[in-house]
């Protein structure tokens, strides 16, 4: 064996598979609420509506970002598997996925990613990574941001109305 074939073997061996078909679906759900999450009805209203605009698939990698004081009723109310994640602080929610979204190689490992956002701190690295996956945007119409619209190859809208929600309680 030459020098050349081990240098073709080691190129293949560690070349880059593409992520068949995966989805990861990241959930900013204090956005999609409207503020804190303080009501178990809250997040079932929300992941109700965010199912209905993201169908969901059974090998989906949910992550879901709140602030501090909303990791209690997230964590016991959101119903199927799911990361979730937390920061205190003013885009707490923000800037833990930001954080994943570019520290965990997301555009290589999946096919295609779903920010369930409307927040515009996101659409530099929506269009960074539209460059390698799919990347939809879902958020209520009137809380996303054009830039953030423009980023993604596809926006979904989700019917929430979190004023609905106070009302009923």
């Not at 900013?28 to 009501?39: K, Q, R, S």
């Not at 809250?42 to 059974?58: C, D, E, F, L």
Request: negative net charge; glycine residues 8%; proline residues 3%.
């Amino acid at each position: 064996m030459g020098i050349g074939f081990t240098n073709r073997l080691a190129a293949i061996m560690y070349t880059r598979k593409p992520a068949f078909g995966r989805r990861i679906v990241l959930i900013d759900i204090e956005n999609i609420v409207g503020g804190g999450v303080l009501m178990p009805e809250q997040v079932q209203a929300a992941q109700a509506a965010i199912a209905a605009a993201v169908v969901p698939r059974n090998d989906d990698q949910v992550v879901i970002a709140c602030g501090r004081f909303s990791i209690d009723v997230v964590g016991f109310e959101w119903r199927g598997p799911r990361r979730l994640v937390f920061r205190a602080g003013m885009n707490g929610a923000d800037l833990e996925l930001l954080d994943i979204l570019e520290t965990e190689r997301v555009g290589d490992r999946f096919a295609e990613i779903v920010l369930v956002s409307g927040d515009g701190i996101f659409a530099e690295v929506v269009s960074r990574l539209g460059l390698h996956a799919d990347v939809s945007v879902a958020s209520r119409t009137e809380s996303c941001s054009r830039r953030l619209r423009m980023a993604a190859k596809r926006v979904l809208d989700i019917d929430y109305d979190p004023n609905a929600i106070m009302e009923a309680a």
